[in-house]
């Protein structure tokens, strides 16, 4: 079945710094869709970024991400990380009327 | 306004007694599925649904029923309930085509 990976458990940075958080999936559909979402503390997950279309750069609030067919990847980066962006980040993988996969989550924590 | 809202926001139960937990949506999604987040296992899909009057198992469907009377409401039903559900559990909606998932603000079960 479908499956998605997210390799960092816990990823802490300075602020300022950039920010590379990874997501790899599997799937035997070719045309997957592809989701981070963002959970701040207490709160429930929101929608970051999403795609289908291969090669081709999303971007949302300072974020982005390309989905990468050939490699399986969906990684998302942000140039200069902020205080506020310390949260939850799930990336997340759904084909037609499949049931939707979510990875076990980074929690990215952002330092002064 | 939410467009999904889930009810009580919080509960404490006893262990072997029944907790039903309400979800409502006026996305006019679908869609519709329960979570649960534990920390250390990220967002775990216990049931979900395509359509009112019929339920499918998500990935941990043990120890929890779900009812979808109409598109707008959908159930989780622990039917006799233990200490190792206790958790916070969040309902969502997607759209046919769309999947991206719009979540409710959680409950906060803790049994006792």
């Known amino acids: 079945g479908d499956s998605v990976t997210q390799t960092e458990g816990l990823v802490t940075l300075t602020e300022g710094l950039p920010v590379m958080l990874n997501c790899t999936y599997q799937?035997?559909?070719?045309?997957?869709?592809l989701f981070w979402y963002v959970q701040h503390l207490n709160e429930s997950p929101r929608l970051l970024l999403k795609?289908?279309?291969?090669?081709k750069r999303t971007e949302h609030q300072g974020f982005h991400a390309t989905l990468h067919k050939s490699s399986s990847s969906f990684h998302l980066q942000k140039s200069s990380a902020q205080l506020s962006d310390s949260a939850l980040y799930y990336c997340?993988?759904?084909?037609?009327?499949?049931?939707?996969?979510f990875g076990a989550g980074t929690k990215l924590s952002v330092k002064p | 306004e939410a467009a999904v809202t889930q009810s009580p926001r919080s509960k404490v139960a006893v262990t072997g007694g029944k907790v039903t937990l309400s979800c409502h949506q006026t996305?006019?999604?679908?869609?519709m599925y329960w979570y649960r987040q534990d920390t250390g296992h990220g967002l775990r899909l216990i049931h979900y649904?395509?359509?009112?009057?019929?339920?499918e198992k998500g990935d941990i469907p043990d120890g929890y029923k779900a009812s979808r009377p109409s598109q707008e409401n959908f159930s989780l039903i622990l039917e006799l309930a233990s200490l190792s559900q206790t958790a916070v559990y969040f309902c969502?909606?997607?759209?046919?085509?769309?999947?991206?998932?719009?979540f409710g603000p959680g409950t906060r079960l803790t049994v006792l």
């Open positions: 969502a909606s997607s759209d046919v085509g769309d999947y991206e998932q719009y």
């Open positions: 799937t035997i559909y070719s045309n997957p869709f």
């Open positions: 795609s289908f279309t291969d090669n």
């Open positions: 997340a993988l759904t084909n037609n009327n499949n049931a939707p996969r």
């Open positions: 996305n006019n999604h679908d869609y």
């Open positions: 649904s395509y359509v009112a009057d019929s339920t």
